[in-house]
């Protein structure tokens, strides 16, 4: 491919200095010139395919993950729609759909102050961090215990370890068996199968 600088360098020069380029070479250098632009439009072409193809595959793969509905699971509006037709995305192109899974991933990996978990009961565990002696972390499932206060033990209120409950012989709050209250928390994963 001629480049197109060089074409335009000609032909200014040509043009501004009118030195003889005659009739043939105006015709060679229009030509040339052509040619060039037909390459710069194919490759034009050629690139928007391309992109089009990356969004796509990007946009399906993200839409997929984040549990967008299914085109064959949706006959009435997609007649004879297959897995092959992937996920409805909508207005999605592959940046918002990247950034509504960053978000999420975020989300899901970032750990959140205590002060801000709301839940309560065994069905709310969550994982926690908890202060060691060392000035790390003991990182488990837990969840919070929550009793009125006219409740006989309502010393029991508080965080426990995943498997245990108030009541239990030999297991007392996280507070009393390490190092004070978690600090941080992130909610757990979906169970297998039960993938939102």
Known sequence: MTDPMELVDRLGYSAAANRGLGRDGLVTLLTEAAACIRE??????????AYAKSNDQVCQSLGKALGYPWFKDDQV??????????????EHVAESIA????????ETTQWRDISTFTGSGQNESVMVAVPNSEGGFIVGEAWRCVMAEDDDYRGLSGWWWAGTAPGDYNHDPIRDMNH???????????????EA
């Open 180 to 194: 004070g209250d978690p600090t941080h928390w992130l909610p757990l994963p979906p169970a297998p199968g039960a």
């Open 99 to 106: 950034d509504e899974a960053a978000k999420i991933i975020t």
């Open 40 to 49: 710069m439009v194919e490759w034009r072409d050629r690139t928007k395919i």
């Open 77 to 90: 509006n997609f007649p004879r729609s297959t897995e092959a037709d992937g996920v409805c995305v909508g």
